[in-house]
């Protein structure tokens, strides 16, 4: 039996993908009717999540073109509607299931994404440049990667990522703005211009918990954190929400910053976490004539930080990568688009690829899984 055209439109509207959730609009209940006229016109009816929904254009844009390509189609128009309370309490549940007490998907036994949280024992070594850098970098090879800023005084990653959408709130659900291809999420996208953060532990807690839980990230290969420098309230929370999270050190060379550095990854004796590896920022300043190196910050302070930690551990430690000091690195940050995106062939941009495929190639770990091993 031959589809007829209504069929064959609804085919094409599987295809369209709802920005933010980023699954079909049918799969997702939004598209309210097809209506074909004898001539070949169309007119769908969509229901959006909410009323104001920034990406409306964008929709209407993906329907029509997906449709206006169906054989017989003469000419596609979109009616938007908006969703009721009971259809997006179903859609909640359709995404998140029932709520009841907050459920963090990526401490779930059966969770495949790999967690990774990038520390560092100071300020100013880089580590929120090396977090989007590296969240982009993965994205490129086709992997679908969130970055959750957890810096919360310092928080920089909407910048550096030139995100300026802001969250949807979809019942008690939280979509993440994306931008190039991550999903991201900031308490910096809910504070009004550049106030700050007066927050105490408890409240930092429940803050990084809602993050977790409450945002709808969807099937994530890759999630990234930028945690703020030192020992404190958020590294803690992070090993209690996410215990298979695994610690991305960033030092720079000299020695005064490899100490701090190597008390942050430190935590991890005592918090039975796992490090991935260290990361040696502004390691060597390249001459833009003759391509002589400059140590300009000293040596050897990855190095150190690696060796000491996998003493401390029992385990190895590797030393992931030794990014160079590069301007263009400050600039792409300051323009809103990694390094490695801008600029791919730059020594920095390289060295972060580098880094970035050493990580995808590590296991996620047992850490938090279920062996359903039975003793006899």
């Not at 190597?262 to 990361?279: D, F, L, M, N, S």
């Not at 190895?316 to 300051?334: M, Q």
Request: hydrophobic share 45%.
């Amino acid at each position: 039996m031959t589809p007829s055209v209504a069929d064959r439109v609804r085919e094409a509207l599987a295809r369209v993908h709802d920005p933010e959730i980023h699954r079909p609009v049918t799969e997702l209940g939004m598209v309210a009717s097809v209506d074909v006229s004898p001539a070949g016109a169309v007119r769908v009816g969509l229901l959006l999540t909410v009323s104001g929904c920034p990406l409306r254009e964008t929709l209407r844009g993906d329907v029509v073109r997906e449709v206006a390509a169906v054989p017989g189609v003469t000419g596609v128009e979109v009616d938007f509607g908006v969703m009721s309370e009971e259809q997006r309490r179903t859609l909640q549940q359709r995404l998140m299931g029932e709520r009841g007490a907050r459920v963090i998907p990526f401490a779930a036994p059966g969770s495949t994404t790999q967690v990774y949280a990038v520390a560092s024992g100071k300020g100013g070594v880089g580590k929120s440049s090396v977090t989007v850098n590296l969240a982009a970098a993965t994205a490129r090879t086709g992997r679908t990667v969130g970055v959750l800023d957890a810096d919360v005084y310092g928080h920089s990653v909407p910048r550096m990522l030139g995100v300026r959408g802001l969250p949807t709130q979809v019942e008690q659900m939280i979509m993440p703005p994306t931008a190039y291809g991550l999903r991201v999420m900031s308490v910096g996208m809910f504070t009004a211009g550049n106030s700050p953060v007066v927050w105490r532990g408890p409240m930092l807690h429940r803050a990084l918990e809602q993050f977790l839980a409450d945002v709808y990230w969807g099937d994530l290969d890759v999630l990234f954190l930028d945690l703020p420098p030192g020992t404190g309230d958020i590294a803690l929370s992070v090993a209690h929400l996410i215990p298979s999270a695994q610690l991305v050190v960033v030092t720079t060379p000299q020695q005064a910053a490899a100490e701090v550095a190597e008390r942050a990854g430190a935590v991890a004796a005592q918090t039975q976490q796992r490090i991935a590896g260290v990361v040696e920022n502004m390691a060597w300043l390249g001459c833009p004539h003759c391509g002589e190196r400059a140590e300009v910050f000293g040596a050897g302070g990855g190095a150190s930080v690696a060796e000491r930690l996998s003493r401390l551990l029992g385990a190895h430690v590797p030393l992931l990568g030794r990014i160079p000091l590069d301007a263009e690195l400050r600039k792409s940050g300051d323009a809103g688009e990694p390094l490695v995106l801008a600029s791919p062939d730059a020594p920095a941009a390289r060295e972060l690829r580098d880094v970035a495929a050493r990580l995808a190639a590590r296991g996620r770990g047992l850490a938090g899984r279920r062996l359903k091993l039975t003793p006899r």
